[in-house]
């Protein structure tokens, strides 16, 4: 088993509906563009992964969305030392269809209350649905690493949701301590990487935006 000596998640830079959430009523959210700042953002962060990656090869999954295709673009990593893979199961939580601003703030409000893992957006995913997902993926990405010639780094560019439940599952965190973490920000990135030990350690936490609450003892 060849597993890499890194796994780096990337959130996509800012897209046109961060920055204008009406645009969820005019455009499929899987069809929404970077900014120019969200553009800036995936370059900057191109090159401290240039200069992370240097020579070493990369394994890339992508989330099938514009934004994420987009980013990856923007990095401009040698394409002779990567391989490109559009990874479904990466993609964003899905929030419904055309999606009226007003109640999609509603419903948001409703998941604050009842809690992020748990609630489930009318006509789309709650966040369990989307761990879910991201486990199946997880088990396809711990096969990749039986090939004996996989590349040193996986990169996955995503969203952010997708990342903290990425680090959940990887890390067996608790629901109560997803439950209190902050997405990253557009173009931030987290690592894991090898240790000696035979671990992946995360390089840097994500920001608590509260005390985590538990049921019970977990660990």
């Not at 009406?22 to 120019?36: G, I, M, W």
């Not at 604050?112 to 993926?137: I, K, L, N, W």
């Amino acid at each position: 088993m060849a597993r890499p000596q890194r796994i780096v998640l990337v959130r996509h830079g800012e897209s046109e509906g961060n920055a204008d959430d009406t645009v969820y009523e005019r455009e499929p959210d899987h069809a929404l563009r970077l900014t120019a700042t969200g553009l800036r953002q995936a370059r900057e962060t191109g090159e401290e992964l240039r200069e992370q990656f240097g020579d070493e090869r990369v394994s890339v999954y992508i989330s099938p969305y514009r934004r994420t295709h987009e980013t990856f673009r923007a990095f401009e990593l040698d394409p002779a030392r990567v391989r490109v893979r559009e990874e479904p199961r990466l993609r964003e939580q899905d929030w419904g269809n055309w999606q009226d601003r007003d109640d999609v703030r509603l419903q948001k409000a409703y998941r604050d209350a009842y809690g992020h893992f748990f609630y489930r957006f009318a006509q789309g995913e709650s966040g369990a649905d989307v761990y879910d997902r991201v486990g199946a993926f997880l088990e396809s990405l711990h096969r990749s690493f039986e090939e004996t010639d996989h590349p040193e780094n996986v990169l996955l560019v995503t969203h952010g949701l997708t990342m903290r439940l990425f680090c959940m599952r990887w890390f067996h965190w608790s629901v109560a301590e997803f439950e209190s973490l902050s997405n990253p920000g557009n173009g931030e990135t987290r690592t894991l990487l090898l240790g000696e030990n035979g671990r992946y350690t995360l390089d840097r936490p994500f920001q608590h935006w509260r005390t985590p609450e538990p049921y019970g003892r977990t660990g």
